[in-house]
C-alpha cells in the first residue's frame, strides 16, 4: 500500500522515557500487525489497520509497563512531560536554553499559561514543581556514574550555582549530597515514576 494514500494514525503512549522504550514500542506494534512509520518519546505514528483493536494495543503494551492514552487531556499531559525530558537533555546540550514557557508554547502551539493549568489540574503539581523533580533524577544518575563533581553537575544542568543545586537537592530528597552519595544507590527513581509533589 501507498503511504501517501493510506490513512495514518499517532498513538499516545504513556511512560516512554528512553531510547529502549522507543525500540521496544516499535517492535510491539509491528508484532501485533501495524506498519510503524515512526516512534518517539510518547507517541508512534502508523498507518491505521482496522483489524486491529485498540483494547488488544493497550493489552500489548501493558506488559512493558507502557499504556495507550486515548484521552485527549491526559494527551496533553504526556506530551508536556515528554517535553520536559527533552528540555533537560536539550539544556544539556547548550550554552543558553530557551525559556521553558516558551519552548513548551512553541512545541505544542498553545499559550503557556492554558498547558499550566491542564498540567496542575491533572497532576496536582505545577509544570516548575515536576521539570525541578526531574532535574534532581538527572542529578543522581550523574551523582551515580561517579564521572563529574557537583560544580560540573551544577554546569551541565544550567543551575546558577552549587548551592542553589545543593539546596534544591535537600529540599526535594530529604538529604544532603554527601549524604546521598554514601547511600545512592537506592534512592533511583524512574523517570516515569516522578509524581513532582
Do not use: W
Not at 34 to 50: H, K, P, S, T, Y
Amino acid at each position: 500500500m501507498d503511504i501517501s494514500d493510506s490513512k495514518m494514525m499517532t498513538l499516545h503512549i504513556k511512560n516512554m522515557v528512553c531510547p529502549r522504550c522507543l525500540m521496544v514500542v516499535r517492535q510491539t506494534l509491528e508484532e501485533l500487525g501495524f506498519e510503524v512509520l515512526e516512534v518517539e518519546l510518547g507517541q508512534a505514528l502508523v498507518q491505521i489497520d482496522e483489524s486491529i483493536s485498540m483494547d488488544r494495543v493497550e493489552e500489548e503494551l501493558k506488559k512493558y509497563g507502557f499504556e495507550l492514552i486515548r484521552d485527549r487531556n491526559q494527551q496533553l499531559i504526556e506530551q508536556i512531560k515528554t517535553l520536559l525530558i527533552r528540555y533537560i537533555q536539550e539544556s544539556e546540550q547548550s550554552e543558553e536554553s530557551p525559556k521553558l514557557s516558551d519552548y513548551l508554547a512553541k512545541e505544542l502551539h498553545q499559550n503557556y499559561s492554558s498547558l499550566s493549568s491542564a498540567f496542575s489540574e491533572s497532576q496536582d503539581t505545577t509544570i516548575e514543581k515536576y521539570l525541578i523533580h526531574l532535574k534532581i533524577e538527572r542529578v543522581k544518575e550523574l551523582l551515580s556514574y561517579g564521572e563529574m563533581t557537583l560544580s560540573e553537575i551544577a554546569y551541565r544542568l544550567n543551575y546558577s550555582s552549587v548551592a542553589y543545586l545543593s539546596n534544591q537537592f535537600k529540599k526535594i530528597t530529604g538529604m544532603s549530597v554527601t549524604d546521598y552519595k554514601k547511600a545512592r544507590d537506592s534512592f533511583r527513581k524512574p523517570l516515569d515514576g516522578i509524581e513532582g509533589q
